[in-house]
């Protein structure tokens, strides 16, 4: 059940905003093997003017992009894949044949279990119930 938070500058249509979100989605899928079922994408747009690296307003396209999962359901080549996949795809979107500022940015974020849920239930227990035998 992961969930993504993007947020990009300078401002875009809001037909970009669908693609970059069935696009994240899609990547999730394929490197994280997420359910889309329960995945969501958060996309926040900024101005430049309130958006500063190095003290100064971004000013090429630049992207912060964070995705939470819990903890231990991933491997480190697969969050790399998907690090560099949401990368590139970030580029390919908003960059519009330039490269996105510098300091852009994909983090996998790993939550223990019983730190987060959906529906009111935590991770946890989510798979403390997978555990349990099926009464016949």
């Given amino acids: 059940m992961p969930t993504l938070q993007l947020k990009v500058s300078p401002l875009q249509n809001p037909s970009r905003y669908r693609t970059l979100a069935q696009a994240l989605t899609r990547l999730t899928a394929e490197h994280l093997h997420k359910r889309a079922k329960v995945r969501t994408v958060m996309i926040d747009d900024l101005p430049a003017?309130?958006?500063?690296?190095?003290?100064?307003?971004?000013?090429?396209?630049?992207?912060?992009?964070?995705?939470?999962?819990?903890?231990g359901t991933n491997t480190a080549e697969q969050k790399a894949a998907f690090m560099a996949a949401a990368f590139a795809e970030l580029q390919e979107q908003l960059g519009a044949g330039q490269p996105l500022a510098e300091a852009s940015y994909v983090i996998v974020?790993?939550?223990?279990?019983?730190?987060?849920?959906?529906?009111?239930?935590?991770?946890?227990?989510?798979?403390?119930?997978?555990?349990?035998?099926?009464?016949?």
């Fill in 109 to 136: 974020r790993e939550l223990p279990a019983g730190d987060w849920g959906y529906g009111g239930r935590t991770q946890a227990a989510r798979q403390a119930a997978r555990a349990q035998p099926v009464a016949a």
């Fill in 49 to 71: 003017a309130r958006w500063y690296v190095g003290g100064i307003d971004v000013q090429r396209p630049t992207a912060f992009l964070e995705i939470s999962i819990t903890q």
